[in-house]
């Protein structure tokens, strides 16, 4: 009895809500019909779509797709976190071509890269997302990262150089076998068939600034197939050698030294270690931020920092490694990791594409299809050969196990995404080792070879 009554109680309650909800909602419909403005503006008098308003729903339902997108599988194969790029793209590219007299969904209407939404959910929600993921790399990595270096820092070295050397390689074949496009197009190119933003800064620095748009064009080419691409080549080159993924995994237990600790004996701010992970990001942006001319003309000329991504990933993995300094712990706990690093993926990807697909309709737009074409393909071949000239050379020169190969692969193709996709196929955080140990040298190279592009072909 007494459990009927409480059902009959619930229902009651949800009635209620339900009935209040309908009223409210022709009080609204009311007030707009009676409204001397008709049309569009009455049905937007009853839905408040600020700015605020647009950029959340965009963000999320731009995640919500794009993990549904990402959880489709087929034959084992997945996208992963990387739908979310795909599903922003499109958003992006829809944004541009929606009327802005259309009532509702008008209010999502995006010219150009300069409107309000396309700058927030661009940049701050990217270089956040960018931030979160990889300082939480930094700490899965830290605590072993130092003594895996020492004793494959050749090997990374030389991985690292081979990757972006093939890569520019191709980039000049291109450049001589189109000299129409010139090397800025192809510099553009080579940063986004690399998914590297600091080579497309770079780039931009040492060009004319009457050829930024060309530069741009080239880097928004090439960098969705540079996502997918390397998200794709981890998932399946496993499945192309029907690997034992249990053995891989052993295989890179065993390369890898582990250290494990007790934090117990010292002292913790909160439980989650937002604290330690707050401060190696502020000395990581710090760090990053340390400017270094590259030519006689000092700061006015082409000049090389870490930038964001370089300077928190180094500085997180000196925390990581350090684990403590006194008395007080440098502890982030593993949940606090794994939640920072999806989520932060997800914000970086969601603005890299969201960004990516209007800026590919207003440079389609200005400089025609055919270009487009070239681009893309030589984009897919810049991303392509260095990863398998990688993987031979990692494999039957280096003899290194498959799972290092991937990881010291996705570094050096700077390749965030992938790294999220190799952890999730290999199931073990251990492959973020090799992935911090090439990332920096092929981030340094990458920089050096967008501006050297320019200023020497």
């Known amino acids: 009895m007494e459990n009927q009554n409480k059902k009959s109680l619930k229902w009651l309650w949800i009635t209620i809500a339900l009935v209040a909800v309908a009223l409210l909602g022709v009080w609204c419909a009311i007030n707009a019909i009676n409204n001397p403005k008709t049309g569009k503006e009455g049905v937007v008098n009853v839905f408040n779509f600020s700015t605020t308003f647009v950029l959340f729903v965009s963000a999320f339902l731009i995640i919500a797709l794009g993990y549904l997108l990402g959880g489709i599988d087929i034959k084992g194969v997945t996208l992963g976190t990387a739908g979310v790029f795909l599903v922003a793209i499109l958003f992006g590219f829809i944004c541009t071509i929606i009327p802005e007299d259309i009532p509702l969904l008008g209010a999502f209407n995006m010219k150009d890269t300069s409107e309000t939404v396309v700058k927030y959910l661009s940049s701050p929600l990217q270089n956040i997302g960018l931030i979160l993921f990889v300082g939480s790399v930094g700490f899965i990595a830290g605590p072993n990262f130092f003594k895996d270096l020492a004793k494959n820092f050749k090997t990374y070295i030389v991985l690292g150089v081979v990757i972006i050397l ?262 073990t955080e251990d492959v973020a080792s090799a992935y911090a140990s090439t990332y920096p040298i092929a981030l340094v190279l990458v920089v050096l070879a967008c501006q050297l592009m320019i200023t020497l072909l």
């Open 166 to 427: 093939s890569g520019t390689l191709v980039a000049i074949i291109c450049t001589l076998l189109t000299p129409d496009y010139g090397p800025e197009f192809w510099s553009g190119v080579l940063s986004g068939a690399l998914t590297s933003t600091p080579g497309f800064s770079a780039a931009v620095d040492a060009a004319d600034p009457a050829l930024k748009s060309i530069i741009t064009l080239g880097h928004a080419i090439a960098y969705p197939f540079g996502v997918i691409g390397v998200v794709l080549f981890v998932q399946l080159l496993p499945k192309i050698l029907k690997v034992d993924m249990d053995k891989e995994r052993e295989l890179l237990k065993a390369d890898a030294k582990h250290e494990e600790r007790d934090y117990s004996k010292y002292f913790a701010c909160e439980p989650f270690g937002f604290m330690p992970f707050g401060l190696a990001i502020i000395a990581g942006l710090l760090l990053g931020s340390i400017t270094i001319p590259l030519s006689a003309q000092g700061y006015n000329g082409p000049c090389f920092s870490l930038g964001t991504t370089g300077g928190v990933l180094i500085m997180c993995l000196v925390f990581g490694h350090l684990g403590h300094i006194g008395k007080l712990s440098l502890e982030v706990t593993e949940y606090t990791k794994k939640v920072l690093r999806e989520f932060g993926l997800a914000l970086f990807l969601l603005g890299a594409g969201f960004e990516g697909g209007v800026a590919l309709v207003e440079q389609i737009r200005e400089f025609g299809g055919a270009i487009v074409a070239w681009g893309f393909a030589g984009g897919a071949v810049m991303t392509i050969v260095p990863m398998v000239v990688a993987f031979f050379m990692a494999k039957y020169l280096m003899k290194l196990p498959l799972l290092n190969t991937l990881g010291s692969t996705t570094g050096g193709m700077t390749s965030t995404p992938a790294l999220g996709t190799l952890i999730q196929v290999s199931k």
